[in-house]
Every structure is written in C-alpha cells, then in structure tokens.
C-alpha cells in the first residue's frame, strides 16, 4: 500500500485469527480489530464493493476463461482509476485517495504509536474471547 496500514477490521472468519498471521501483524505494527458478531454495519463497504463486483464484473465474464487474470487486473484498474463511486460523492476511489494522502500521517509517525504489549491475541469465538480478557483483567 502506498499509505501505512494501521489497522485491519475483518468479521469473525477463523483464517484471521491465525497465530501465525497474528504474530505478523503485531511485528508489522498494524492492528487487528475483528468486529463484534451481529455486527454487518461494521463491514458494509466490504459488503457493497462485494455486490458490485458480482453484478458488474463476475456477470459480465466467463469464470473459466483463461484471461481470468487479465479480466480482474482491467477490472480493478477500473473500478479504482476510473469508475465514479456515490459513497465519495461521484469521485474515483484513487481521487478519494489522494485526497485523504494529504492528511495521513507517514509510517514512522504511526507505528510510533503502537504498542505490541498493549495488543493481545484474540479469539475467534466472541464469548470465549471475552471471557479470557475479563479473566486477564481480574488477575
């Protein structure tokens, strides 16, 4: 990414909640925030970029075709350079993105804010994670 990435906020998937990938986001300096169950409004941008691949790109090609990769690089080339979004007001999301590059901060101003102790592994079973915290808060 040509930004630093802070953060990364997914749903409850076990795959992320890897040790392995984990480990590698605390030594990468990003934080992993899962979203609470019952929780779709947490990934509604997810979700509508989903939607809108479906309708506008995995309809319109043939999934076995060979030039599957082709397809999806000039698919994302235009869904990010050149295709108008209404969640940025009719602007690209490259516009959108160079327009927040002038306010993010650079990657030594973010990592200098994060703390690997103050981060803990969590679990991907909602209830169980929150029992274990309250549990490591008590002791």
Request: charged share 35%.
């Amino acid at each position: 990414m040509p930004f630093p990435i802070q953060r990364i906020q997914t749903d409850r998937a076990r795959e992320f909640f890897a040790v392995k990938v984990r480990e590698k986001l605390m030594d990468l300096g990003i934080k992993f925030r899962p979203n609470k169950p019952d929780s779709p409004h947490l990934n509604g941008k997810v979700e509508r970029s989903q939607k809108t691949d479906k309708t506008e790109f995995y309809a319109t090609i043939d999934m076995a075709s060979e030039h599957i990769d082709d397809l999806l690089a000039e698919w994302q080339y235009y869904y990010n350079l050149d295709r108008p979004h209404s969640a940025h007001k009719g602007k690209t999301p490259m516009e959108r993105y160079l327009k927040l590059s002038e306010e993010t901060p650079i990657s030594e101003e973010s990592y200098a804010d994060y703390l690997p102790s103050k981060e803990r592994i969590e679990e991907a079973n909602y209830k169980l994670d929150l029992e274990s915290a309250r549990l490591k808060r008590s002791l």
